[in-house]
């Protein structure tokens, strides 16, 4: 079964900083595109970093470059989310999705299995 499964989520003062995973199982993870997705209430889901299947290539919104890091581990089929510096308006839900080719896409519907999502709250 393909499955993906967040976790690391949680409430941080802000500045502060948390680190997600996105652990893969059932499908050959290194020859896969993964993003991080996340979702603040009552806002639209909004795509915020991608990394290739080689980690070759990274991408990032613009509101959390230089704060944000992705990377991956394919012996271990998981894929990180550094955050630093976090902010209030970082508060949401943060999923991973993973894209059956080895390129990024910034698109929702490009994405073939998601996982169930981690909350991440940053206090003021």
């Given at each position: 079964e393909v499955q993906?499964?967040?976790?690391?989520?949680?409430?941080?003062?802000?500045?502060?900083?948390l680190t997600l995973s996105?652990?893969?199982?059932?499908?050959?993870?290194?020859?896969?595109?993964?993003?991080?997705?996340?979702?603040a209430p009552g806002k639209?889901?909004?795509g915020?970093?991608?990394?290739s299947s080689s980690a070759f290539r990274t991408h990032y919104i613009e509101s959390v470059r230089g704060?944000?890091?992705?990377?991956?581990?394919n012996a271990k089929n998981t894929v990180y989310l550094q955050?630093?510096?976090?902010?209030?308006?970082?508060?949401?839900?943060y999923s991973c999705a993973a894209r059956s080719v080895y390129y990024?896409?910034?698109?929702?519907?490009?994405?073939?299995r998601?996982?169930?999502?981690?909350q991440v709250t940053v206090s003021s």
């Open positions: 993906l499964v967040e976790s690391g989520g949680g409430l941080v003062q802000a500045g502060g900083s996105c652990a893969a199982s059932g499908f050959t993870f290194d020859g896969y595109a993964i993003s991080w997705f996340r979702q639209k889901r909004e915020i970093s991608c990394i704060r944000f890091t992705i990377s991956r581990d955050m630093n510096s976090l902010k209030p308006e970082d508060t949401a839900v990024c896409s910034g698109y929702s519907s490009d994405y073939f998601w996982g169930q999502g981690t």
